[in-house]
């Protein structure tokens, strides 16, 4: 079984570029959550994609948007990067099927703005 | 809300000795609850879990009980390694439109020899 992988592992951007980060969820997943993890802090929750639509949102702007792919792997896209966007952006996959099921993560990739 | 408040770090611990990581929730229904670890560089692993009051959670040698009446989900290992060392994440989840991770702000813990 293979596990959640992301790309790249370390980006360096500058303030104003945009970006794209990429994850492949665990096999047998549908459901794929992004979470932005700042130094010295625990993983915020960005959004959630379930069967390519999103289905939840936390209180991050619209610049953060996403896609999630039939084979259930999935982007997380970031416009007009800001210095605050510096962190360690976080996939995790799980199977949503009615009741809480356990969420997987990636490795993350750490993102520098310069 | 949902909220999750964990034992302020950084803790040190000599190797073998008893380890207790505080953890209180917050939420708005009946959520599962979760411990992860995170070690350097690294993404988050999956310790343990609980989905209901009075659940036991454990795993290598680590253990944590959902205890509804306190809103708490404390870690505990009875006799702590080097390799134990690490940044550990106290989370809950709810479904709520989506099923999202709420984490507290992590402790993080070193082992001595």
């Known amino acids: ?114 | 809300g949902n909220s999750v408040t964990q034992m302020e770090g950084p803790v040190t611990l000599s190797e073998e000795a008893f380890l207790t990581i505080n953890c209180t929730y917050t939420a708005t229904g009946y959520p599962s609850l979760f411990w992860y670890v995170q070690y350097p560089g690294e993404g988050l692993q999956l310790l343990l879990k609980a989905t209901k009051a009075d659940d036991k959670g454990s795993n290598k040698g680590f253990e944590a009980t959902y205890r509804k009446e306190t809103t708490s989900f404390h870690l505990e290992k009875g006799s702590v390694q080097v390799s134990d060392s690490a940044v550990y994440f106290c989370a809950l989840s709810l479904i709520q439109g989506a099923q999202k991770l709420v984490f507290g702000q992590g402790t993080r813990l070193t082992i001595n020899p």
Do not use: M
Not at chain 1, 1 to 8: A, D, H, R, W
Not at chain 1, 85 to 96: E, G, H, P, R
């Open chain 1, 1 to 114: 079984e293979t596990g959640v992988t992301q790309s790249p592992t370390h980006l360096i951007k500058t303030r104003g570029q945009q970006v794209t980060l990429r994850c492949s969820s665990q096999s047998g997943h549908n459901t794929v959550s992004w979470y932005q993890q700042a130094l010295g802090q625990g993983p915020q929750f960005i959004f959630q994609y379930y069967r390519e639509e999103e289905n939840g949102r936390g209180n991050f702007p619209p610049r953060f948007s996403g896609l999630q792919f039939p084979n259930y792997s999935s982007e997380l896209n970031v416009n007009a990067l800001e210095l605050d966007d510096s962190a360690l952006y976080l996939c995790a996959s799980s199977f949503l099927a009615g009741e809480v099921d356990t969420q997987y993560f990636g490795p993350g990739t750490r993102l520098t703005v310069l």
